[in-house]
């Protein structure tokens, strides 16, 4: 699993793991192999590596950055760059950025705050979000608007009152569908799959009925996300919904929510201490120490609620469980990995907060282990995030799943019909149509350390273009697509069960060039149905 982790991280390379590998070096760990060898337990091995690293100039540099605090005067600048790009560059979107970066920066209660909200309710009100303009100028005149000002947003309002039931209601994407039968035991999923683990496979998802082509398997929300920086100022942190005139929080210039409840649940729930973190970690940091955070929260409040035998998508036990490759890493990619568990750790114990509301002492070995423990594991559109069922799904080169982003919930759907007691597999970036089997092989053992025994894998499955082209696909069909794709329509719901159907059909033919086309577009329609449109401004 961790392999898997770090797989994803080097798509940030140049950032973070480099910054982790100059702290490695930096502190010379390479050198303590033997002893470190001779540690059995997380929290020993974690202790190691943090009294060492403790006395690195390049670590003592990571925590002598300053958190940027709330500045009038940051805000007033970031409000004059808004003012410039919706006056003179008439770049909407990146005007109404900037004026909410500014009002993450002003201080609660001042004009700047006031005058921010109100020039952000211009650019509202002038792409037609009326509702949200109403509630920027009524958080101006909260904020100590200036009352010479007021006439102007008074006449604003009056206009936005006037126009809001015209008003157009986006639809981003669609709302995740509902599971029918409901799995007595695994929150997230249908009863169609149960988990079953052994030596070879580790813990899988498994059928346990005939799954159709398109069927829903599993619905599930994130046990935690952390924003990426380009949706920072559009979508909430907290329900991660679109959001046009978020608010931000009270104490920090960097977490942004569409409403009050957002805002508090957040920092009840783990806000209050990430919010003195100093410096600001990197999202892959800051998403485990959200997760240690809920799993501390957890172990306090549920006990032994623990022993029970449903597989909850919202409790740290079943990220406890997730399998590890840890043992099977080399020396200093382990190095790396303690040291941004380090980092964290390090950060953590730096916030009053968590100071004050944890017993330090009790819970410094759990601490360690649960910010071990959590990882990373999908990085989409929006956020990276944790989705623990998700997480528990093996890979095929030839996969029978695949996932679909609606909102922040990820739906599992089957891409082909999978027979009862058949593995519910995804692919884990390589498949077989587009990658060759050499480079498949050996990429899987040295990130994920598994020999892949897929039908591809075993039957030395040719890529794409040399597979045969299979049974012609019929010329209705064609017409069809041709249509759909000329008029832009992207009328789905009308030819997906007909797609579907064509599917059925043609499975025998497998591996084929046609059955691949109409798998594709299977998955493309149902990726359309969940996806985030462009945004409206
Ligand atoms: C995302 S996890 C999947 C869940 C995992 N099986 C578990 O027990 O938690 C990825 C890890 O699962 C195992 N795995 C995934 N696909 C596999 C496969 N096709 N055959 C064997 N092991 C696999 C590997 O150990 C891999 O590092």
Known sequence: MDKFISNLMTSSKGTFESEMFSLV?????????EHFKMLKGTCDRVDFIYSLLKKSAEFKKIFSQNAEKKSNEKSMKLRTEG?????????MLKALELYTESIAFAESGSWYLALSYANRSSVLFEKRYYKECIKDIERAFQNDYP????????????KA??????????????????IQNKNPLISAASDSVEIRKNEKYGRHVVSTKDIQVGEVISVENSFAHIILPKSRFINCHECLEICYNMIPCERCTLALYCTETCRDQAYTNYH??????????????QLSIRMALIGLKQCGKMGDTYEDETFCSDR?????ELSSTSNERDFINTCIYLSTVCVAYHSLMRSPSFQKDFDINSIDGLLKDYLYRAHIILRKKVATAMYVFTGIFNHSCVPNCEF???GSNLVIRAIANIKKGEQCTI??????????????????????????????????WPVFDNLPLGKPLPTWFEAKMMQNTFENTKNWDEILPDVLHLYNAYEKYEPCQNLLLLQNLISEMLTDKGCNKDLDF
Not at 25 to 33: G, T
Not at 316 to 320: A, C, T
């Open 272 to 285: 209050k201490y990430e919010c003195e973190l100093v410096p600001l970690l990197h999202t892959h940091s």
């Open 25 to 33: 070096k930096d502190a010379q760990l390479a050198s303590h192999e």
């Open 161 to 178: 009152e006037s126009l809001k039931e015209y008003q157009k209601q986006f639809q981003y994407y669609m709302p995740a569908p509902t």
């Open 83 to 91: 003012n410039n790009m919706y006056i003179r560059e008439k770049n």
């Open 147 to 158: 009352g010479h000002l007021k006439e102007k947003l008074l006449n604003r309002k009056g």
């Open 427 to 460: 692919c884990y970036g390589i498949s077989f149509s587009t990658t060759n089997i050499l480079y498949r092989q050996r990429t899987l053992k040295n990130v994920y350390m598994f020999d892949c025994d897929c039908k591809a894998c075993i039957n030395k």
């Open 404 to 406: 679909f982003h609606h």
């Open 316 to 320: 740290f036990k079943e990220i406890l």
